[in-house]
């Protein structure tokens, strides 16, 4: 058994994000029925935005390269 849990996020995927003010963080929810809920410090954003913004320069990348896949990013 998995220790973690995956969602494949496309882009017709639903996506609705809330300020929880009262709890000083940002709630992500993909998909409609039966959501996954991503709750995120605000502390936290920028990192996520951060590494978001790393991965989808590595996927532009190997796009440009010819569809190699990209480079691990840490």
Do not use: W
């Not at 940002?26 to 920028?46: H, Q």
């Not at 978001?52 to 840490?74: C, F, I, K, M």
């Amino acid at each position: 058994m998995r220790d973690t849990v995956q969602i494949h996020v496309t882009a017709d995927l639903p996506i609705r994000v809330r300020a929880l003010t009262y709890a000083n963080r940002a709630e992500v929810r993909f998909g409609k029925a039966f959501p996954v809920v991503l709750l995120v410090d605000s502390n936290a954003i920028a990192v996520l935005r951060r590494e978001l913004d790393e991965v989808s320069a590595a996927l532009d990348a190997a796009a440009a390269r010819g569809g190699e896949p990209p480079e691990v990013t840490n």
